[in-house]
T-cell receptor
Framework: DQQVKQNSPSLSVQEGRISILNCDYTNSMFDYFLWYKKYPAEGPTFLISISSIKDKNEDGRFTVFLNKSAKHLSLHIVPSQPGDSAVYFCAASFQTGANNLFFGTGTRLTVIP | ETGVTQTPRHLVMGMTNKKSLKCEQHLGHNAMYWYKQSAKKPLELMFVYSLEERVENNSVPSRFSPECPNSSHLFLHLHTLQPEDSALYLC?????????????FGPGTRLTVL
């Protein structure tokens, strides 16, 4: 049973507008969350993370929001750029123990120039 | 070479073949991972090695056999695979095996089992 879900397989956004990618999880014991970005023929690369003690983390154009009560997190990209077009994976983990990441299936973002 | 490299990038094998996937990291890391991504499914962790010792094995069938001869190299030996094992196999490495240690991924090996 999938513990991390990304229900939107794809998203298209105009350049300069906001992209919002969503992720839901089922295991309330997860306490660390990450977003990875993947270009074709490349491996995923780490983008941004958030610990469960926070509800927001920002890094330049990227902001991750965490709503623990709803078991939901989102990634906001503002402003969106054509180079942001990629597949975005949400992942969740536990802060103790081995580095076992539980991934979602990904959302393909297309930023239209 | 930089980062994490994987060879071969594509592999087609029959169910009776034996093959190996190779991963090499050029980052000085001491933890390495194998992941599997089947079509329309999320990445699933298969194995974790820390300081060349296996620390995690997520109930992977014995037809997949990992080997970590040193901290820079990781192999996945394959034998008697099934068509449902066709997937993208990704290797990753990190400096330390804790969750705060960012994982760096290779580009993957696309495996097709006939």
């Amino acid at each position: 049973d999938q513990q991390v879900k990304q229900n939107s397989p794809s998203l298209s956004v105009q350049e300069g507008r906001i992209s919002i990618l969503n992720c839901d999880y089922t295991n309330s014991m997860f306490d660390y969350f990450l977003w990875y970005k993947k270009y074709p023929a490349e491996g995923p690369t780490f983008l941004i993370s958030i610990s469960s003690i926070k509800d927001k983390n920002e890094d330049g154009r990227f902001t991750v929001f965490l709503n623990k009560s709803a078991k939901h997190l989102s990634l906001h990209i503002v402003p969106s750029q054509p180079g942001d077009s990629a597949v975005y994976f949400c992942a969740a983990s536990f802060q103790t123990g081995a580095n076992n990441l539980f991934f979602g299936t990904g959302t393909r973002l297309t930023v239209i120039p | 070479e930089t980062g994490v490299t994987q060879t071969p990038r594509h592999l087609v094998m029959g169910m009776t073949n034996k093959k190996s996937l190779k991963c090499e990291q050029h980052l000085g890391h001491n933890a390495m991972y194998w992941y599997k991504q089947s079509a329309k499914k999320p990445l699933e962790l298969m194995f974790v090695y820390s300081l060349e010792e296996r620390v995690e094995n997520n109930s992977v069938p014995s037809r997949f056999s990992p080997e970590c001869p040193n901290s820079s190299h990781l192999f996945l030996h394959l034998h008697t695979l099934q068509p449902e094992d066709s997937a993208l196999y990704l290797c990753a490495s990190s400096q330390g095996a804790g969750v705060y240690n960012e994982q760096f991924f290779g580009p993957g090996t696309r495996l097709t089992v006939l």
